[in-house]
């Protein structure tokens, strides 16, 4: 069962690792040296949740289990993240859904919403960026959100 709520103290940690490592092998990021990756994105991701709403996906009886989270801002959808083991069972889905993201009308999303995976076979690659099209299909890829005060 799964359960939709909005952050502790102790997801923080996790929401920071997921989204450093997920975005790290995205195509905007994947020549940046690693050093400078982290630091610089560290910092964009930290400020981005201060000012940001997080929602978590759990496991209803034990909330500590993390399956998944999204960032967003009311006109503004950040970056989603479901654990490997269980994607492809609508979390996403749900997550955009719950942020509250039109689906009838443009929005704008500040980090690609998939991965670009070094080991992965392009059929996989075809597939996985048809299902994240669909997600946000009305989506507009807008990074200079990121630089507003």
Known sequence: MIEYRGPDGDDLH???????QSYRLSSPCINI????????????????????????????????QIFGWACFQPDV???VYVKSTFRKNGIARELFRRSGMPTDKEFFYT??????????????????????ERLCKNGIYNPYLLERP
């Open 111 to 132: 980090h690609t919403p998939y991965i670009f995976y070094k080991n992965t076979y392009e059929t996989e690659y075809r597939q996985g960026t048809f299902r994240a």
């Open 77 to 79: 959808f950040h970056y």
């Open 33 to 64: 040296p690693p050093h400078v990756y982290f630091k610089e994105q560290e910092s964009k991701i930290k400020n981005l949740i201060v000012d940001s709403q997080l929602l978590i996906a759990c496991n209803k009886l034990d909330p500590g």
């Open 14 to 20: 996790f929401v920071l690792s997921s989204w450093l």
